[in-house]
Nanobody, 123 residues
Framework: QVQLVESGGGLVQAGGSLRLSCTASGRTFRLYTKAWFRQAPGKEREFVAAISWTGGVTFYADSVKGRFTISRSNAEDAVYLQMNSVNSEDTAVYYC????????????????WGQGTQVTVSS
């Protein structure tokens, strides 16, 4: 079964840091663009960050720019999201996704998705 598996979510205090990981299972995504999206309670899923398959191009939502960093390891077929200076608005389920297309914020371009990991920021 082809899947992406997220981990690293949990409870973090406002102003703290958390690192999310996403690994591949069932096939390789080493040559795929990878991204993180999130969905807060009662809201639509939104783009967070994306990274090209080489790692040379990254793209962030304005709301996380300067606080979050996306990175990847093709050797481990993994993508990471370092979250710093988190606040209550970062509380959401975080999903990783993969596409054969280029870096994009368009959710519809991502064919493969993980099940999500919950991040809760406490004040």
């Amino acid at each position: 079964q082809v899947q992406l598996v997220e981990s690293g979510g949990g409870l973090v205090q406002a102003g703290g840091s958390l690192r999310l990981s996403c690994t591949a299972s069932g096939r390789t995504f080493r040559l795929y663009t990878k991204a993180w999206f999130r969905q807060a309670p009662g809201k639509e899923r939104e783009f967070v960050a994306a990274i090209s398959w080489t790692g040379g191009v990254t793209f962030y939502a304005d709301s996380v720019k300067g606080r979050f960093t996306i990175s990847r390891s093709n050797a481990e077929d993994a993508v990471y999201l370092q979250m710093n200076s988190v606040n209550s608005e970062d509380t959401a389920v975080y999903y990783c996704a993969a596409t054969q297309d280029g870096v994009s914020r368009n959710m519809g371009q991502y064919k493969y998705w993980g099940q999500g990991t919950q991040v809760t920021v406490s004040s």
